[in-house]
């Protein structure tokens, strides 16, 4: 039974340090325009990021973002009183429209390079 007690405190204490592994929205930032210029990060209709190419801190990169932008299409909604998804919508459009060359986009399912 003892065991059982610190095995079930161990996989506790794993369980809560794997939030603190996830990369901060300050460091998502700050690597948001690199892995888009990589290549490895684009822009959806949906207005959130997607991962491209899986590789280096892309899926990471993307989860913050993405989480941030949640919050912000949630309050924005919120605010005016219309659906998140007429606000993702919105988003998406005006993401892919400032979205430089070079860089990918998602048009009709489709990676593009812009």
Do not use: C
């Not at 009183?81 to 979205?99: F, M, R």
């Amino acid at each position: 039974m003892k065991r059982l007690i610190q095995l079930g405190a161990f996989i506790l204490a794993i369980a809560m340090s794997v939030p603190a592994l996830a990369m901060g929205l300050d460091e998502a930032k700050q690597k948001l325009e690199s892995v888009k210029q990589q290549g490895l990060v684009g822009e959806t209709p949906t207005g959130y990021l997607d991962v491209v190419r899986g590789e280096g801190d892309a899926r990471e990169v993307v989860e913050a973002i993405n989480s941030a932008r949640r919050d912000e299409y949630t309050r924005i909604a919120e605010k005016h009183d219309i659906p998140v998804t007429q606000v993702e919508t919105v988003a998406g459009k005006k993401a892919i429209e400032k979205t430089p060359s070079g860089q990918f986009v998602l048009i009709e399912g489709q990676w593009v390079k812009k």
